[in-house]
């Protein structure tokens, strides 16, 4: 009882892991398969294995979407950093800082910073708060952390939604030929019947 728990806990973890992409599973015996109960014509399998194909490519311009976004996210994440741990350095002193900052696309601004130890990060949604120095660093490592897991998982993920479209793609290669040769069968047992 115990080794049937622990094995349907580990692939329910399978199953989760892959953010409820579900698995296709591979048509070995194309006749037993069509003869199960929904399966009454080759072209309602194919049209069935046609749609789950075509979620599949949903959710896989949905991963690809996402997958940019940490992309462009973790190298300004880095940035940030950086850009930290110099007024870390800076904090102690007495001289400015002198820098540019971007104002719009392609427009900077020349500006002094004098040595502080607060810091205001965007949160998202036009929010803004204030943090010290260490606060938002620590923080910082967090989200970077936090999105390169991430961006891992969408990586293992896409890697399984690859697998998901070559194991239909198989199937219904393996349907559409096993209904060619079906029809062959019926039309020569007809053409033999006639004379």
């Known amino acids: 009882m115990a080794t049937t728990i622990e094995s ?15 698995e296709a599973i591979f048509v070995e015996d194309v006749d037993s398969f069509m003869k199960q109960p929904g399966n009454d014509t080759a072209d309602a399998v194919l049209r069935k294995l046609d749609e789950q194909y075509q979620k599949y490519k949903y959710m896989e311009l949905n991963l690809a979407q ?9 190298p300004q994440i880095k940035q940030t950093l950086e850009i930290l741990r110099h007024m870390q350095k800076k904090k102690d002193t007495t001289d400015p800082m002198e820098t540019h900052f971007l104002l719009a696309d392609n427009v900077y601004c020349k500006a002094t910073v004098p040595p502080t130890d607060k810091v205001c990060l965007w949160l998202g949604a ?5 943090y010290d120095i260490d606060e938002a660093q620590s923080l910082l490592e967090k989200n970077l952390a936090t999105a390169s897991r991430n961006l891992e998982s969408l990586e293992e993920d896409l890697d399984f939604l690859r ?9 219904m290669a393996r349907v559409y030929n096993w209904d060619v040769k ?7 047992l007809k053409s033999a019947e006639r004379s």
């Open 8 to 22: 349907s806990n580990a692939g329910a973890a399978s199953k989760k892991k892959h953010l409820g992409i579900p």
């Open 66 to 74: 996402k997958k940019l976004r940490l992309k462009s996210q973790i």
């Open 126 to 130: 036009n929010v803004m708060l204030e």
């Open 163 to 171: 697998d998901q479209f070559t194991t239909t793609e198989v199937n």
């Open 182 to 188: 079906r029809r062959s069968k019926d039309n020569l």
